[in-house]
Structures are given as C-alpha cells and as structure tokens.
C-alpha cells in the first residue's frame, strides 16, 4: 500500500520558512492547485478533486528544491517550478525531483518483485515570469536535448520534457482569465518591478503588497502571511538580482577576453604579413628557400607556397 504520509524531508532540520516560496505557499493553499493544473492543461477537474501536496525538502546538493508538487486524483505527479531566470535545465532538475518522488512513493513496495508497481504518471511545468525575453508562450524543453552527441540515431532512452509558459503580465491571456490566483500573482509581481524602479526592494515590496490589499489583489493571502511574504519574496528578489549581476558580470568578461584575444590576434596577423614582406624582399634577391625560412620564422612549405 501507498505510504499515507506525504511529506518527503531529507533533511527533517531544515527552515522551512526559509526554503519555501511565496508561489509555492500562494499555490499550495486548499483548493488552488486544482485551479492551477486546470489553468495549465485545459482540465476540468472540480474543485474538491482530492489533492495531495507533496513537499520536497533539501533533495539536492545546496538545498536546490522545487517550489510546488502535488498528486492529483490519484493519477498525476504533477512538479511545477517557478522560474525568473530561463533554465534550460530544468529537465535534468525535474528528473532528479521525480526520481526521489518515486523513490518515496514506492518504499513500501519490493521493486524486485514480479508485478508491476502501480505509479501515478508524472507531468512537468515551469512557469516563467523573469525580466529576460522570452518571444514565445510557451517552450519546449526535453532532457535529450542536452544529451552529448555520439552519433546515435533515433529516439532517446531516456526522455523527459518540461513546459515552460510565459505568465508575464500581457502573456498567456488566457490562462490569467481561468485562473483568478495566477492572474491575481501576475499584478502583484508586475506591481514590485514597478516601484522596484525607484525605490529600494523593501519600500517595493510594502508598498505592492499595500496596493494589492487596497485593491483586492490577493488580499486574504497577503494580509494572513504578510510577514512570511516579505521575507521571502526579499531573499528571492535578492537573489535574482545577484544572478542578473553574475550574467552581467559574466557577458562583460566575456567581451574584454574576446577584446584581448581579438587583439592578439591581430598582433599574431600584422606579423604574419611582415614576415612574408620580408620573405618576397628575399626571394627576389635570390635567396634559397631554407634561408628566407630561417630569417623569417616561417616554415619552407610556407615559403614554397608562397
């Protein structure tokens, strides 16, 4: 039988303040994930379709964990990541989140044993709503994608594919109109990159969550966790920002190497050219081909093409 405890702790001391986030808490709330999946997929499951959260604790090195996993009507995993940063390996991420699942899920089973083991099938989603463009709604993203190449034909082995959908504010029209939540958590963002543009990241937020409670955004939600959202949503703008230094940082680097080796290069050709100036100088003169090549640096064959 199914072990009934749904909870998955790695590590039981971890905070789980500190490595929950504020989707995750928004979207795990009675009722909301049913929302979600339908929003995403185009289901029509009721309201009172039997959820059960699963909670993924400390599974990867770092305490990398995914912000929102469920079983739905006893047929789905279902692993939604949030996402402000475009990361194309989510799916590498996910199998490891589905592989401990699994692992979890199938304890109380014998795995060497002959029947098959009965498992809920799983799905992936990211949804995206960082300032990097992203042209499409939607993207594909497949494990087999990052496979090193060996010049196999045919299909993968191994495959695992994550959608990822745009839910910035314009974006994915529709599923903002069947998902009040979703749509509801697109302002409230929008709202933060708004004052975040002239002000500093806590007046920001006090001052989006203020707005959104004034104006019956999300307003039970914030008002009852007003704190825990805060302090989350600090860590996390915070750290968003240091990621978008570190590409920053990273591309201007990138630029000053590409200068420097562009530059040496250039060295490297201007005294190319000079040694085979030197070398027609000597060759009409009539010098032998080894000379002209030990004077100039050059190879014979360079001077016989020449």
């Not at 993924?56 to 940063?85: A, M, P, Y």
Request: charged content about 30%; glycine content about 6%.
């Amino acid at each position: 039988m199914k072990p009934a405890d749904t909870n998955i702790s790695i590590n039981p001391s971890a905070n789980r303040e500190y490595r929950d986030s504020v989707f995750g808490l928004l979207f795990s709330q009675a009722g909301v994930p049913v929302e979600l999946y339908n929003t995403i997929t185009g289901s029509n499951y009721n309201a009172d379709t039997e959820v059960k959260i699963i909670r993924l604790k400390n599974i990867l090195t770092g305490g990398r964990v995914n912000d929102l996993s469920f079983e739905l009507d006893g047929r789905f995993v279902v692993l939604i990541e949030h996402q402000s940063t475009i990361n194309e390996n989510m799916p590498l991420r996910m199998l490891f989140y589905i592989a401990e699942i699994y692992n979890w899920y199938c304890k109380e089973y014998d795995e060497y044993r002959k029947r098959r083991i009965p498992i809920p099938r799983p799905e992936f989603f990211v949804l995206y709503n960082g300032v990097e463009e992203m042209p499409e709604d939607m993207r594909v993203l497949k494990l087999s994608d990052m496979f090193i190449e060996h010049g196999l034909e045919g299909p993968a082995d191994l495959e695992v594919i994550v959608r990822v959908y745009n839910i910035n504010k314009g974006r994915n029209i529709e599923m903002a109109r069947r998902s009040p939540t979703l749509d509801e958590y697109k302002t409230f963002v929008a709202k933060i990159r708004e004052y975040a543009g002239t002000m500093s990241l806590e007046e920001a937020l006090a001052r989006a969550m203020e707005y959104c409670m004034e104006h019956n955004i999300l307003k039970k939600f914030l008002k009852h966790h007003k704190k825990e959202v805060f302090n989350m949503l600090t860590r996390e703008w915070r750290h968003e920002d240091e990621v978008m230094i570190a590409k920053e940082e990273g591309v201007a680097i990138g630029i000053e190497r590409g200068m420097e080796r562009g530059m040496e290069r250039g060295m490297e050709r201007g005294k190319w050219e000079k040694a085979i100036e030197i070398a027609k100088s000597l060759h009409a003169k009539g010098i032998d081909v080894n000379t002209i090549a030990e004077s100039t640096g050059l190879t014979v064959d360079d001077v016989l093409r020449m």
